[in-house]
């Protein structure tokens, strides 16, 4: 491989194999980019490697809830055939473009490769508990596949669960099968006006504790919003016992289009576009609302999501206050802080996933460093 | 012992073997070692009972801490550990060699905290299933996955074969429902994976661990997610005159955006031995499903309104509801008997095969001609919505060669579940049940990688050796461990 090559772009898996093995016998760094929406990556040293021609849906069966398609398929044309059979992406994948400035089209693989999970995580999981099986090449180039298309599979070790979320450090997704739900049939949103963090979250753990399958929790500029999803009767149902559950708050409802467009900015943590730094903290919702003052007092600003399991903080602090505060804090948008973007973890386990990577990526030409290791 | 050959034990490992029960005696407390061969007798196997193998030593621990301490001493020492909870596994994942030490979770048995607040509960591993949705009832809430073992099997196990049950169609299995795990790996260090807030940035260790079998390290506490009960329950039965018209009809079902928390399936065979044995009424024809619905008695009836306008189209010889708590019993008591009644018609092995839910019709057939094939008999009782198969062939263990036979025929059920797009293990587990028919599944590099992430957490190999992995593919790995 001659090193005047400025991008390179696999138009199948058996390129893509070449292309990999070549890299690791000459020890040369890729930067791997799906529909390019992540410009977060581009400190990343390193060819890039663009797989978004690996694209294309294999099979589609809604009867069995699922679907197989190509790393590189755009997500929006997934979203839609799934759409025109009443069906979804139930872990709906954040679209994090207006957020990181990207201009690519998110692709299925990305949203893999970053366990890209979206507000309905409290009810059905996240984009990990979504995948069935995937395909990837890993470093030396060796095609390889774990799990199947069936929606229980325990046939030897889970290296699905293990490379979602891996960010292509440990391979380069070429094919994935993921579990499609019914979108539900109705849907309406309960919106808690004029509180503040602590009353949110005290909100949020009385609705999730009932049975009314509450499918989103999330706070915004003095707002705790719930939304319930189902059959047209049950969610009139579900509104009614929780608006007399919460009787002593004034409560706005949303219809169903309102929630669509409501949830689809919460989502997209579209609030928070611009360029400031923006960190997302994983938290236990009990501790957040202790969090969310010290957060307040760096100056920024605070929203919540997954009944306050997720704070998405936005504004300035140098990394290591904002990890004394929270130490599952990942920095999503630099806006100049430097440092880890992931949190620091135990030393057993970054030897783990280091010694993992080696298995993985001998010659450690998989997006070097994207996970700071 | 039968067709699924173990390695022969290392002689120089018995021949320590009084030094290795001493040194474990030495850093744990006096009633925690087992050598006696009378009580290591009651660990020779699991649920998988043609294949027996007392223990060299069995260790018994009351926590993490003194996991880690038999850990060290068995990795020092170079034995073998074979973890095990209830032993209740089908597949043999529990099977003990001669040559190594059994590490059980009989007493890690504490509930360490229940937190609704934030829907996470944090147990000892060795707990039951069972005994975990106990303790979370009267708090109005549960944990989902329920595998039909629940009164004995422990979370461990569960944790350990990623165990899933008939609610899965709606809640998912462990996986899905495991927050966090404190682990001893082989070093004896002791690890927390994941914990009770949601999710982490790095790798994803935990999806890695569960559905392990016992291959990277020994689970000793769990944190677990835990969800609010529904308000009500109701299943419907219906039954149809063929298995095609069944398996149209859970597809449509799923399709319709109904999604029910089971959807369980039983075919002709089972359904006269559990007639025979349960009187359960139900009706005579080829197929029965039952499907169980949750919510509000309002929410129930509009979705058990919907089930019944998808089956009518399908004209189904009987759809009966149930309007009270006995109904649903009487609904349920077939289907719970159902092992039962088949052991009563003589031995059975029980499969575990997962196949795409389109494919059920064809394979059900298929296995019907297989059963010819073989001379065997074959029930069907399973899991539909997910596809998630169970055959019971039908043997008698006390004529030579009929085990044999049985194994073959279910060898055969098993490649075909991989060949109509399927898989060869939908919850039970590989174990050594299924370890030599891996390769039908996964080429050999796809298998090379799993065994260099077992090789990863367990460079020495000594974690449940023999399982999982078929041994030509091992071999390479466990004489490098060794050397
Ligand atoms: C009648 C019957 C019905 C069943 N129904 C179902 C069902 O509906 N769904 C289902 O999924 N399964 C079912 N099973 C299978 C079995 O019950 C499950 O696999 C169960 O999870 C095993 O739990 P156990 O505690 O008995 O584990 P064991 O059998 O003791 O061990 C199972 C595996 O886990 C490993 N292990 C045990 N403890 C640990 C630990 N602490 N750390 C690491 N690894 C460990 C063992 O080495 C072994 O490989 C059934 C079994 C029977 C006999």
Not at chain 1, 207 to 228: C, H, K, M, N, Q
Not at chain 2, 259 to 268: R, S
Request: hydrophobic share 40%; aromatic share 4%; net charge negative.
């Amino acid at each position: 491989m001659t090193t005047i090559i400025d991008q390179l772009a696999p138009a199948d898996e058996a390129e893509l194999s070449e292309i990999l093995t070549a890299a690791s016998g000459d020890r040369q760094p890729l930067r791997i980019l799906g529909g390019g929406t992540r410009t977060e990556t581009a400190h990343i040293a390193g060819t890039p490697l663009d797989v978004s021609a690996i694209s294309g849906v294999v099979t589609y069966e809604p009867g069995e809830m699922t679907l197989i398609a190509r790393a590189g398929t755009p997500l929006p044309e997934i979203e839609a055939m799934l759409e025109a059979e009443g069906q979804s992406l139930a872990f709906e994948p954040p679209d994090l473009r207006g957020v990181l400035g990207g201009r690519g089209i998110p692709t299925i693989g990305g949203a893999i490769a970053a366990n890209a999970s979206g507000p309905r995580r409290i009810r059905t999981g996240a984009c990990r508990d979504h995948l069935l099986g995937l395909r990837f090449v890993d470093g030396p180039g060796r095609i390889l596949r774990n799990g199947g298309r069936v929606m229980k599979n325990v046939t030897g070790l889970d290296l699905s669960r293990l490379l979602c979320g891996s960010h292509g450090t440990l391979g380069v997704l070429t094919e994935v099968a993921i579990k499609t739900l019914p979108h539900a049939q109705a849907r309406a949103t309960l919106g808690f006006h004029g509180i503040d963090e602590l009353r949110a979250l005290g909100i949020f753990s009385k609705a999730l504790a009932t049975p009314y399958e509450v499918s989103g929790a999330a706070f915004l500029d003095g707002t705790a919003w719930l939304r319930i999803e189902g059959l047209p009767p049950q969610v009139e149902y579900r509104q009614q016992r929780l608006l007399e559950m919460f009787g002593a708050h004034d409560i706005q409802t949303l219809d169903g289009a309102a929630t669509r467009e409501l949830w689809r900015g919460l989502r997209d943590v579209a609030h928070f576009a611009g360029d400031l730094p923006l960190w997302r903290i994983l938290v236990k919702p009990t501790d957040a609302a202790a969090i969310v003052a010290r957060l307040h007092d760096l100056g920024g600003q605070v929203s919540l999501d997954w009944g306050g399991g997720l704070i998405w903080y936005c504004g300035p602090g140098e990394a290591s206050s904002l990890r004394q505060i929270a130490p599952h804090a990942t920095l999503v948008r630099r806006g100049g802080v430097p440092g880890p973007a992931f949190p620091p973890e135990a030393p057993a386990i970054t030897r783990l996933s280091q010694e993992l990577r080696r298995r993985f990526d001998p010659a450690g030409i998989l997006n070097p460093g994207l996970m700071d290791s | 012992m039968s067709g699924i050959i173990m390695p022969q034990p290392d002689s120089t490992i018995l021949a320590r073997a009084a030094q290795i029960v001493a040194a474990l005696r030495e850093v744990l407390p006096e009633d925690t070692v087992i050598s006696d061969g009378n009580e290591t007798r009651a660990y020779e196997c699991d649920a998988l009972t043609a294949y027996r193998c007392p223990p060299l030593a069995v260790v018994l621990p009351r926590s993490t801490a003194e996991v880690a301490a038999a850990m060290r001493v068995c990795s020092d020492m170079g034995v073998p550990v074979v973890p095990r909870g209830a032993g209740t596994s089908l597949a043999g994942g529990a099977l003990p060699t001669a040559d190594c030490v059994v590490i059980g979770t009989a007493r890690l048995r504490d509930v360490l905290e229940i937190d609704t607040d934030n829907r996470f509960m944090r147990v000892q591993t060795g707990v039951t299933n069972l005994s975990v949705s106990e303790v979370l009832a009267p708090h109005g809430f549960f944990y989902a996955p329920d595998p039909s073992s629940q009164l004995a099997c422990t979370i461990a196990g569960n944790i350990a074969m990623n165990s899933g049950g008939a609610h899965c169609l709606k809640y998912g299995v462990t996986t899905n429902n495991l927050m966090g795990a404190t682990v001893v790996l082989t070093s004896g260090e002791i690890v927390e994976f994941g914990g009770p807030q949601a999710g982490a940035a790095g790798l994803d260790l935990l999806g890695l661990l569960c559905g392990s079998e016992g291959q990277l390290g020994i689970v000793t506490e769990a944190v677990l997610r835990i969800l609010p009960r529904p308000e009500g329950a109701r299943p419907v039965l219906i039954g149809f005159d063929s298995a095609e018209v069944a398996g149209e009809c859970v597809a449509r079902i799923i399709r319709s955006g109904v999604l029910p928390v089971a959807i369980e399936y039983m075919d002709e065979p089972c359904l006269r031995a559990v007639e025979n044995f349960a009187k359960a009424g139900y009706p005579d024809c080829p197929a029965v499903l039952i499907v169980e619905v949750e919510g509000s008695p309002d929410e129930i009836a509009v979705q058990i309104a919907h089930i019944r306008e998808i089956a009518d189209a399908l004209n189904p010889v009987e759809f009966r509801e149930s309007r009270n708590a006995d109904d649903a019993l009487a609904i349920w008591k077939g289907r719970k008997s159902a092992f039962g009644a088949m052991g009563r018609l003589g031995d059975y092995i029980c499969l575990d095969g997962t196949v795409p839910v389109g494919q059920l019709p064809h394979t059900l057939r298929r296995i019907g001609e297989l059963s010819k094939e073989h001379g065997l008999e074959v029930a069907n009782v399973f899991h539909a919505g997910d596809g998630n198969m169970h055959p019971l062939i039908l043997f008698n263990a006390n004529e030579p060669g009929q085990l044999e036979r049985a194994e073959a025929f279910g060898a055969d059920i098993l490649r075909l579940c991989v060949e109509v797009g399927g898989c060869l293990t939908g919850e039970h587990g590989v174990g050594i049940e299924k370890r030599d028919l891996m390769t039908a599944q996964y080429d050999p590099d796809d298998l090379a990688i799993q065994m260099e992430v077992k090789d990863v957490f367990d460079p020495a190999w000594l974690l449940n050796p023999a399982k999982v992995f078929p041994l030509e593919s091992s071999a390479r790995y466990r004489q490098r461990a060794a050397e």
